[in-house]
């Protein structure tokens, strides 16, 4: 990284850390999505009747390796290994469209947007930088939740039935490869759709439906529908990979000065 782009990353970042209002946000739904959700979830697995026939109705739908465990293992199981990972990929979407949207159009508010495209800076280095910033911020956010959640669902499971949180490879696939692929493919989205935007809150309701797809997934967990397992995640991985990698490459192909003040 020159020093031209770590230049807009370190500008970037100390904006968003310096918008409170913005910081508050990015911190909320994370605490949200992490600890509240996944808290209230274990306490109604432990507390509830064994013979509950909702739940008795989901653990038919479990595969028979599931099917063997108690009431209570079994929902911690799915909470963990199923349900959980696939906040972490709303947590980046979130994080990157609260930065990424603000990039461009944040400049075009503060009516810095002419002094950046006038200093010696290229389209092509203003691009990296800013898609690099808004991820390094979105993959921070994403890992300091995971560790704030290992760290209390840990506590909570062992108080509650002296059981161990341990992650297994799906944890790997999703922090590792499709957390940091949805990201990319959000925040290259969202700078284009920002560097054409007329304010902020434009550019953010562009990538709103890049949650849509992540919370049928959930949902299917819940359903049973659909159980999420490591080769799945995989499989997955791949594609976003890929997806992301060719968004990035075509995106700055017509990504330019003339497309940027276009719209002013």
Known sequence: ???????????????????????????????????????????????????????QELMRMMPEEMQNKETEELMVTLLFDNILPLFFLIIPIMAASVMAASSFVGEKEQSTLETLLYSPLTVKQLFHGKVLSSFLFSMLVSWISFLVMFLVLGVEINVLSGGMLLPGISWLLILAFLSPSVSLIAITLIVRCSAKAQNVMEAQQKAAFLVLPVVFLIAGQFLGAILINAWILAGLALILVLLAWLLLKTSLRKFSGEMLLGNR
């Open 1 to 55: 990284m020159n020093r031209a782009i770590s230049a807009i990353v370190k500008k970037d970042m100390w904006e968003i850390t310096a918008n409170r209002q913005l910081l508050l946000t990015i911190v909320i739904v994370p605490l949200v999505l992490t600890l509240v959700v996944p808290s209230i979830f274990l306490l109604s697995a432990h507390f509830a009747p064994q013979e509950m026939g909702e739940l």
